[in-house]
C-alpha cells in the first residue's frame, strides 16, 4: 500500500474514486447532521435529559440542604453567643453579689467589734472605778485604824484632860482637812 497518496490526499481511503471531495463532504455533513438530530430527537429526551433534570433537582436540594444548615449554624452560634453573654452577666452579678455580701459582713463584723470594744472598755472602767472604790475603801479602814492605834497609844500613855483635849481638836483637824 502506498502511503505517500494518503499525505496528499487524506480522504483517499474514505471515498471511492468514482465521488469527489465535495460530494464526500457533503454526505458526511448530512451523515452528521442526521446522527446530531436523532441524538437530539429520541436521545437525549429519553436517556440523557431525565439524568441531567435529576441531577439539577439533587444539585438544588443540595444547595438548599446546605443553606439550611448555614442557617442553622448561625442560629446555633447566635444562641451559644446569647449563652454565653447570659452567663457572663450572671457570673459579673454573683460576684457583686459576693463582693456586697462581703462588704455587708465586713461591716457588720466591724460594728460588732466596736460594740465589743466598747463593752470592754466600759467593764475596765467599771472595774476601774470599783477597784478605785475599794483602795478609797481600805485606806480609810487603815487610816481609822492608824488612828485608833494611836489613840490606843496614846490612851496607854500618861494622859491628861489637857493632852486628851489637845489630841482630840489634833484628830478632827486632821480627819475635817483634806489630805
Known amino acids: 500500500m502506498d502511503f505517500s497518496k494518503l499525505l496528499h490526499n487524506p480522504f483517499i481511503l474514505e471515498h471511492?474514486?468514482?465521488?469527489?471531495?465535495?460530494?464526500?463532504?457533503?454526505?458526511?455533513?448530512?451523515g452528521l447532521l442526521v446522527v446530531v438530530f436523532v441524538i437530539l430527537?429520541?436521545?437525549w429526551p429519553t436517556m440523557i435529559q431525565p439524568s441531567l433534570t435529576q441531577r439539577q433537582?439533587?444539585?438544588a436540594h443540595q444547595a438548599d440542604q446546605i443553606e439550611e444548615t448555614l442557617k442553622e449554624t448561625e442560629q446555633l452560634r447566635n444562641d451559644y453567643r446569647n449563652r454565653l453573654a447570659k452567663i457572663e452577666d450572671e457570673?459579673?452579678?454573683?460576684?457583686?453579689?459576693?463582693v456586697k455580701e462581703a462588704d455587708d459582713l465586713r461591716n457588720k463584723i466591724l460594728v460588732e467589734a466596736r460594740i465589743t470594744v466598747e463593752a470592754l472598755?466600759?467593764?475596765?472602767?467599771?472595774?476601774l472605778e470599783r477597784e478605785r472604790a475599794k483602795?478609797?475603801?481600805?485606806?480609810?479602814?487603815?487610816?481609822v485604824e492608824?488612828?485608833?492605834g494611836a489613840a490606843?497609844?496614846?490612851?496607854?500613855g500618861s494622859l491628861d484632860a489637857g493632852m486628851h483635849d489637845t489630841l482630840v481638836a489634833d484628830f478632827v483637824g486632821k480627819v475635817g482637812s483634806p489630805a
Not at 16 to 30: A, M, S, T
Not at 135 to 143: D, G, H, I, M, T
Request: aromatic share 8%; glycine share 6%.
Open 121 to 127: 472598755e466600759n467593764r475596765g472602767r467599771m472595774e
Open 146 to 148: 492608824d488612828v485608833i
Open 91 to 98: 457570673a459579673k452579678a454573683r460576684l457583686d453579689e459576693a
Open 152 to 156: 490606843q497609844y496614846a490612851a496607854e
Open 16 to 30: 471511492p474514486g468514482d465521488i469527489n471531495d465535495i460530494q464526500w463532504l457533503i454526505v458526511k455533513g448530512l
Open 135 to 143: 483602795a478609797v475603801v481600805s485606806l480609810q479602814r487603815k487610816f
Open 57 to 59: 433537582l439533587d444539585i
Open 41 to 43: 430527537k429520541f436521545i
